[in-house]
């Protein structure tokens, strides 16, 4: 595949015509399933999931973290409305055929925060996402959303080769909840993008909002968050036989 996907390619991904909410669910194969719940559920996505008009649905595997080996399922839509229609044909296929092979958990709702996203080429393919959950504070919106509008807009300025994509969870989540995703073509363009391109940023981010500017803003975006679970960083790579084609419903 060398198009973006809707949602989530670039995690929560990347494209122009990105969707503008997100449904998403936490799925554990049980021991000694693996292969043929991997087979079937991709045989199920592409009859009911692979046309325009279907749900699109997109899968990620778990590389990181306490849900490492778990599978990230998320459908998406351009309004919540969306999720009203049930495909019950393809509810029950899924049933018949992998419905005993896992347990689903963690349904989540976001929605996007195109103000404070930025990417730079929306059709490079990112099968690596690097994702941090936000948890802030009731009282540190402030100075958390001034130092994300901030760091887009020097993306933005600085036209620096960044994939980052801002979500907002609407429901499902504990507390104020905010993902914020980096996408990479692999571990080795993350490096790279780490050493070379976001010393770049800093820069360019203090040449427009001051000396020190980007450690001060910094700094507060960390006193905004809870302290014992403010942070959570994830590792996620995209399954493209598990998910519906590129901008399938736009």
């Known amino acids: 595949m060398k198009k973006t996907m809707s949602f989530v390619v670039t995690l929560l991904l990347t494209t122009t015509t990105m969707a503008q909410v997100a449904m998403s669910r936490t799925l554990t194969i049980k021991e000694g399933n693996q292969a043929k719940f991997m087979e079937l559920a991709a045989k199920k996505t592409k009859k009911f999931n692979g ?4 749900p699109a649905y997109y899968t990620f595997s778990i590389e990181t973290g306490p849900d490492a080996g778990k599978l990230w399922r998320v459908q998406v839509a351009q309004e919540m409305a969306e999720f009203d229609t049930v495909d019950t044909v393809g509810n029950q296929y899924w049933m018949e055929t992998v419905g005993n092979l ?5 349904t989540q709702h976001w ?3 195109k103000e404070m996203s ?3 080429n929306p059709q490079d393919l990112n099968p690596l996402s690097r994702m941090i959950f936000y948890t802030i504070k009731s009282n540190g919106g402030e100075k958390f959303w001034r130092f994300r509008e901030r760091v887009a807009k020097t993306m933005k300025e600085a036209n620096l080769p960044f994939a980052m994509n801002v979500w907002n969870c609407g429901s499902g989540c504990n507390g104020n909840v905010v993902l914020v995703s980096f996408s990479h073509k692999g571990y080795g363009d993350q490096f790279k993008k780490n050493t070379e391109d976001f010393p770049k940023m800093v820069e ?3 040449a427009l909002y001051g000396e020190e500017a980007y ?3 910094n700094e507060g975006l960390n006193a905004a968050l809870e302290m014992l679970w403010g942070r959570r960083i994830i590792h996620m790579k995209f399954l493209p036989e598990l998910s519906s084609p590129p901008n399938m419903n736009n």
């Open 102 to 106: 896992h347990t689903t958990a963690n």
């Open 51 to 54: 046309k325009k008009g279907q």
């Open 215 to 217: 450690k001060e803003d």
């Open 111 to 113: 929605w996007y925060n």
């Open 204 to 206: 360019k981010y203090n």
């Open 118 to 120: 930025y990417v730079a």
